[in-house]
T-cell receptor
Framework: DTAVSQTPKYLVTQMGNDKSIKCEQN?????MYWYKQDSKKFLKIMFS???????INETVPNRFSPKSPDKAHLNLHINSLELGDSAVYFC???????????FGDGTRLSIL | QKEVEQNSGPLSVPEGAIASLNCTYS??????FFWYRQYSGKSPELIMF????GDKEDGRFTAQLNKASQYVSLLIRDSQPSDSATYLC????????????FGAGTRLTVKP
């Protein structure tokens, strides 16, 4: 039933490791997003993906790479994890650009 | 100047009162405006969206937009303790799906 689902819900790992977060939406939406919410609860867009076009926020380090095998999935791969990567990562989707977005439950990433 | 500004709060209102949440934005090219509610430890949930100047009502919620003043607000009538959450204002430019900017959020507490 879940419209936007992310896995895992929690991710605890050590600095330097590589990890992936998966996201799937069953809403038939054309656009998907990744957001980072830091400890101050500020929500910042990282990527959006629409019709095979990837738009990257220029402030995102290239250690972060989104991968979309199809329209319903947008996974996030992170290389060489750093302490500052600790945050909650939200996946979202929308029918089209500029439409309301539906968020997944988030993945809480903790770097030891 | 921050792109999207909100009073961080906390804003406290008694049960049954009207809660007024305010948001200003700096980019005059902004075309779409959203209010999300986020409970602690949960994902953002869409409350309202508005594209045109004026008021838009949905149940106990009213969104107000004034593009000339670059101001958008959310009124919650008959506030309930279950409305206690952080409210996020989000602003997007038309056709630019990677330009969604969120405010830092206003924490609302409704006291019984």
């Amino acid at each position: 039933d879940t419209a936007v689902s992310q896995t895992p819900k929690y991710l605890v790992t050590q600095m330097g490791n590589d990890k992936s977060i998966k996201c799937e939406q069953n809403l038939g939406h054309d656009t998907m997003y990744w957001y980072k919410q830091d400890s101050k609860k500020f929500l910042k867009i990282m990527f959006s993906y629409n019709n095979k076009e990837l738009i990257i926020n220029e402030t995102v380090p290239n250690r972060f790479s989104p991968k979309s095998p199809d329209k319903a999935h947008l996974n996030l791969h992170i290389n060489s994890l750093e302490l500052g990567d600790s945050a909650v990562y939200f996946c979202a989707s929308s029918l089209d650009t500029n439409q309301p977005q539906h968020f997944g439950d988030g993945t809480r990433l903790s770097i030891l | 100047q921050k792109e999207v500004e909100q009073n961080s709060g906390p804003l406290s209102v008694p049960e049954g009162a009207i809660a007024s949440l305010n948001c200003t934005y700096s980019d005059r090219g902004s075309q779409s405006f959203f209010w999300y509610r986020q409970y602690s430890g949960k994902s953002p949930e869409l409350i309202m969206f508005i594209y045109s100047n004026g008021d838009k009502e949905d149940g106990r919620f009213t969104a107000q937009l004034n593009k000339a003043s670059q101001y958008v607000s959310l009124l919650i009538r008959d506030s309930q303790p279950s409305d206690s959450a952080t409210y996020l204002c989000a602003v997007n430019r038309l056709g630019n799906n990677n330009d969604m900017r969120f405010g830092a959020g206003t924490r609302l507490t409704v006291k019984p």
